[in-house]
């Protein structure tokens, strides 16, 4: 019905950036919410950062200044800009989302398959 997959991962030296996509297909009317996880190798999965249907954005303090969560509408696209990449931000990074299927009310929620993200020290 709804389908998120995520782009952008890759290998990157500290201090470097990579911008992550998680966009949404299929039965998408508008997407309400996006959270961005991060699972560290041997660590359980952290919220990095979230945006609400309001634009209303939220990030972990270890990303503050640094990642930027934003939002195409028109594309049902939703981005993480990640700058000053530190070795501790590698990982599987994962978005989920609320989405809204319709103008009924109706609504899906679900992951993505998640891009690694390595850097490099």
């Known amino acids: 019905q709804v389908q998120l997959v995520e782009s952008g991962g890759g290998l990157v030296q500290a201090g470097g950036s990579l911008r992550l996509a998680c966009a949404a297909s299929g039965r998408v009317f508008k997407i309400n919410s996006v959270d961005w996880y991060q699972q560290a190798p041997g660590k359980q999965r952290e919220l990095v950062a979230g945006i609400t249907n309001g634009d209303r954005t939220t990030y972990t303090d270890s990303v503050k200044g640094r990642f930027t969560i934003s939002r195409d509408n028109a594309k049902h696209m939703v981005y993480l800009q990640m700058n000053s990449l530190k070795p501790e931000d590698a990982g599987v990074y994962s978005c989920?989302?609320?989405?809204?299927?319709?103008?009924?009310?109706?609504?899906?929620?679900?992951w993505g398959q998640g891009p690694q993200v390595t850097v490099s020290s």
């Open positions: 989920t989302a609320g989405v809204a299927t319709g103008t009924d009310g109706a609504t899906w929620t679900g």
